[in-house]
């Protein structure tokens, strides 16, 4: 399985950006794909994600509204846009997948109790190497 982000770029501060997450060797039309990131002396954390059976989207609430997930099944791709950027979104920013067999609830689901619509990052099995955001006054 591989993934593989790109649209990471250096933005000034109220730009947008569309990044992208290619999938490869995963079935694609039934797997969770995650985007996190990973701000510099921070810790990962999830931001949005997307079950690509059928279509359903979440978010960390700290990003509701600026944050768009949406997949592309016919090139087998997630793309995350993201508006109105600031500062405090500059980081390193990966993909995440996960297929959805085996598991009796959606992983989107999984978050973190400590920051509110935050997926959680252990059991992700497929991570691409991410891209990097830095964002400019």
């Known amino acids: 399985v591989q993934l593989v982000e790109s649209g990471g770029a250096l933005v000034q501060a109220g730009g947008s950006l569309r990044l992208s997450c290619e999938v490869s060797?995963?079935?694609?039309?039934?797997?969770?794909i995650g985007w996190f990131r990973q701000a510099p002396g921070k810790e990962r954390e999830g931001v949005s994600c997307?079950?690509?059976?059928?279509?359903?989207?979440y978010y960390q609430d700290s990003v509701k509204g600026r944050f768009t997930i949406s997949s592309d099944n016919a090139k087998n791709t997630v793309y995350l846009q993201i508006d109105n950027l600031s500062p405090e979104d500059t980081g390193d920013y990966y993909c995440?997948?996960?297929?959805?067999?085996?598991?009796?609830?959606?992983?989107?689901?999984?978050?973190?109790?400590?920051?509110?619509?935050?997926?959680?990052?252990?059991?992700?099995?497929?991570w691409g190497q991410g891209t990097h955001i830095t964002v400019s006054l």
């Open positions: 995440a997948a996960v297929s959805l067999f085996g598991w009796s609830i959606a992983p989107c689901t999984v978050v973190n109790p400590r920051v509110p619509g935050s997926v959680k990052s252990e059991k992700w099995l497929y």
């Open positions: 997307i079950s690509t059976n059928d279509k359903t989207t």
């Open positions: 060797g995963l079935r694609f039309d039934d797997a969770a």
